[in-house]
């Protein structure tokens, strides 16, 4: 048991912008809450239940801080609307870089600024973890485990924009003859901050869970085998918490937020990296075939002996996802978010992901002090299509509001990529030739 006491201190944003408007609404950009009170207990304990020791009982329970990143507080502190500016203007004389503006050019029309601060409670994330499990050794240098773990998320880290007007009950036809409008927000415009366009609070009012059970199967070396075996049944859920959504209008960061800004509980469903069913199985075998032979010369056992088969096989359940449309459709300034209306977020599943590696090695010692060794590795040994990537639109969109109509995707769930880096690659080979002097 013990106590860990942690503290990041975080760069604290130097200029305040003065605009009225943000004074109005007690927004101000130099302001920063240092978490000082960051105490985490742990203790944990290990019990023999049986009087030969073989059934150990493990628990643990602690708290945990987690960090800011980097990347947020420095997007605070120059993403003040004073020290960037925006310009969009035209023509051809236009300077390249390295050649700037010393000034705004005659003509150009200052773009409103997107600005981000810090909510005045902001705090460090916390995390709580608790386990509890059972081991119990079995003759053949078998052992057997069951675990269970727990782990809460509190004052999650999350950007969100502040700067919406107030929501309107809008709804919106479906292209599939008796289908009913479906219902949804919709922003109002302008924006309550007319001089600015995304004005986002670094917040720290996310949450999340996570529950797994755990059943082990280890089998240490011996007579020439070893083998491991693991199954996790978990679930993990969240309300979309996420502190690297910084480039306002990147694809990819404005996809990490939440789907409405006055309403985070909406995204309250499946996270992210939830994986329901993961198994994997691994294995060790080694080969001496001189035992089988009779062979007992020393070049015998260079041929006969040092072969090696290993391999790996994991099976998971699919990443969760939700059911999209391809537009703003709530008029937030953000369209990678909009979920179908009336359907939660990360209520379907992407496909199953199952992969087979193999190895392949033969050694020898030319000395006693050198060895060499040839292997062979496979990589998804059944060239199983595993689908990294799905198209998730259900809809596409007609017409313009509000007059728009829902059309079904005939590409929904579609694959859009068979091949992704370390997930969903062909059946590789490769072969190598290793020297330990």
Known sequence: YGVRYDYQRLEEPKIRNTSFQLAQRRINTAQLNQDLNNFGPRI???????????TVVRAGYGVFYSRTPSILTGTVITNNGVQLQNFSFTGNNTPIYPNKFTTPPTGAAAGRPNIFFYDPDFVSPLIQQGSLGVER?????????????VVKGTHLQRVRDVNLGAPVSSSIAVGIAGSPRLTFDRFS???PLSLFNRVTAVSSDSSSIYHGLSVQ????YAQNFQFLFSYTFSKAIDDKPDATSVVVGNAGDDAKQVSNYFRPDLDRGLGDSDVKHRAVVSGVYDLNFSKYTGASSGLAKAIFDGYSLSGIFTGTSGRPFSATVPIDL???GNSRTDRVPGVGRNTLRGPNFYQLDMRFTKSFKPTETTKVEFIGEAFNVFNRTNIANIDTNQFSVTGT??????VPNRNFLNGLSSTGAGRGANRQFQLALKFDF
């Open 44 to 54: 944990g304990f290990s019990y023999a239940a049986t009087k030969d020791s073989k």
């Open 137 to 149: 050794e079995l003759p053949g240098k078998i052992s057997v485990s069951l675990s269970y773990l």
């Open 189 to 191: 415009n302008p924006r």
């Open 217 to 220: 199967v280890n089998k240490r």
């Open 330 to 332: 709530n008029n937030d």
């Open 401 to 406: 509001a509000p007059n728009q109509i829902l």
